[in-house]
């Protein structure tokens, strides 16, 4: 499996801007489809954005226009850039990787708040 760390999380204001980053381990990185879910507490996993081997992009209705996913294959990294914050994205990110070789992995998720 793909081992993944997300980092970035905090308390920010209503508005406010954050940098999710996840970084990844193992040789494939370039070809893993890379994505940002989130969850809150009685509410099932959602998508929120994807980024496929050739830097194309998918994202959720909802942060159209707020969020921007972004890889460096060199550094083995994937980041979500989350503007505008509101308190509905108060969430636990996570990061998921689909790799070829070692299919789906998760990683342990970092807690957003947006509050004043």
């Known amino acids: 499996q793909v081992q993944l760390v997300e980092s970035g999380g905090g308390l920010v204001q209503p508005g406010g801007s954050l940098r999710l980053s996840c970084a990844a381990s193992g040789s494939v990185f370039s070809r893993n489809v890379m994505a940002w879910y989130r969850q809150t507490p009685g509410k099932e996993r959602e998508f929120i954005a994807r980024i496929f081997s050739d830097f194309t992009t998918r994202y959720a209705e909802f942060v159209k226009g707020r969020f921007t996913i972004s890889r460096d294959n060199a550094k083995k990294t994937v980041s979500l850039q989350m503007n505008t914050l509101k308190p509905e994205d108060t969430a636990v990110y996570y990061c998921?990787?689909?790799?070829?070789?070692?299919?789906?992995?998760w990683g342990q998720g970092t807690q957003v708040t947006v509050a004043s």
């Open positions: 998921r990787a689909q790799s070829p070789l070692s299919g789906d992995s």
